[in-house]
């Protein structure tokens, strides 16, 4: 169904579990962190090694997968809801931000899909994905 784009539409691939929290990828200042929902669903540690790649014909994607040359990913924070990692490397940050045209601080949804890339299976951050939460009215 072609919508337009002032049209929300709230279904099982916009509203998340009961506490509403969609596995996400935050790239921001310095870092490159992992939700807690992220970590499960891609089966990440700490420890496992992270490289991230782009194709400067799409500017619409980045790729990333785990590899033995990789950047190592630490353990941001130990919450109820499970461990959330993170990679520091502001370099890398300002990169894939400006590779999708963005320079802001943005979170991004993902899921557990992989894409054929060179031979390799990795998952992805498309620019569309980026994670706008329900804002619900306040009453006055």
Known sequence: MNLPETIQVYNEETVYNKRGKPPCIRL???????????????????????SFYTDLKDKEIIFFGKSKNGLSLRQAAELKSGVRLQVCCRPLVIK??????????????????????????LWFILKDKVHRPIQWRKKA
């Open 96 to 121: 894939l931000l400006s590779h999708l045209g963005l320079n802001n601080n943005k979170t991004f949804r993902i899921s557990n899909e992989t894409t054929d890339f060179y031979g390799e299976k």
């Open 28 to 50: 921001a200042k310095s870092r490159i962190e992992f939700s807690c929902e992220a970590v499960k669903l891609l089966g990440l540690k700490k420890e496992d090694k992270i």
